[in-house]
């Protein structure tokens, strides 16, 4: 049912909300919020990124890193900021510094002459040589005519030793009822000398028996034909062995003596004898020094009293 303000089912109320455009009625235009769109076409006042005559990178505006200022010699002392050209009272000259010496693979370094004095062999000059000095002792270099007779000791040793090992810095004294000779079995490295082994040999009279007496727990090298000869001390059993060419009763002798086995057993078993052209010897992997020939000394003349007991 309709009434009379029903309007026919129209309204006029949607046509309330319109007004008239501002420039025709003659009011202020109302502020148009920023476009976007627009701004990228035309672009702010002051945006110097348009125009590039005036357009710079961040950062091209500003001062140079270094002011203008006299240049300074590179070579001074720049860690330290001290003028190179001050040195105090009295400092001695600064040597100039060495070329560096070029090479097919770059730069060579300069040798240490710490490390050139360490590796070059000289006979131990303030050990073994000033304590056979201070004894009466003579000193050879090993090249005399009379240590010829001691390449045979090398050759016939224990250990191995190759053709090129040979005697050097030998010592000849007097120790105590023995008389000795000890050397270096040195062989040559580049243009060096390296000992390698020291001996110490005592001559023997008469022909003594060929015989090796070394530590059980090293390696035996060169014992074909020998025999082992055994001994009562299950001690000294254990820890040393003594080689033979053949059984008799001077090796028997040595065998048996209980002061031998007392000082072997107090030593490191570090030491190996044999008797070769005359000699009854000691060799050791060290270079001698004077607490080593002392030792040797020591075993030497044990040895040698046990041999010639009855003899």
Not at 73 to 98: F, I, K, L
């Amino acid at each position: 049912m309709s009434t009379p303000r029903d309007r026919d089912g129209f309204d006029d109320d949607a046509g309330r909300s319109w007004q008239e455009p501002a420039h025709l009625g003659g009011d202020e235009p109302a502020e148009e919020p920023p476009n976007i769109a627009d701004r990228r076409q035309r672009p702010r006042d002051g945006d110097h990124s348009s125009d590039p005559d005036t357009w710079r990178p961040a950062g091209w505006d500003l001062p140079p890193a270094e002011p203008d200022r006299p240049a300074q010699d590179r070579g001074g002392d720049q860690g330290t900021g001290v003028d190179p050209a001050w040195a105090p009272p009295g400092a001695p000259p600064q040597p100039a510094p060495r070329p560096e010496r070029r090479g097919l693979f770059g730069g060579r370094r300069q040798k240490d002459p710490e490390m050139e004095r360490a590796f070059t062999y000289q006979g131990d000059l303030v050990g073994a040589q000033s304590w056979a000095l201070q004894r009466g002792w003579t000193l050879s270099d090993g090249s005399s005519p009379e240590d010829a007779a001691l390449q045979p000791l090398i050759e016939s040793a224990p250990v191995r030793l190759t053709k090129d090992h040979r005697p050097a810095s030998v010592l000849r004294g007097r120790g105590g009822s023995l008389d000795l000779i000890a050397f270096d079995a040195v062989y040559a490295s580049g243009r060096y000398l390296v000992p390698e082994y020291a001996i110490t040999a005592a001559p023997l009279l008469g022909t003594p028996p060929a015989l090796r007496l070394s530590p059980a727990r090293l390696w035996k090298h060169g014992v074909g034909g020998m025999v082992q000869i055994p001994s009562d001390d299950a001690d000294f059993e254990r820890r040393w062995t003594l080689l033979a060419a053949e059984d008799g009763p001077q090796v028997r002798r040595l065998a048996a003596d209980t002061d031998l086995h007392r000082l072997l057993l107090g030593t490191d078993d570090g030491d190996e004898f044999w008797t070769a052209g005359g000699y009854l010897a000691a060799i050791r992997p060290d270079g001698h020094r004077p607490e080593l020939i002392e030792h040797h000394t020591r075993l030497l003349t044990a040895l040698v009293a046990a041999l010639a007991t009855g003899f």
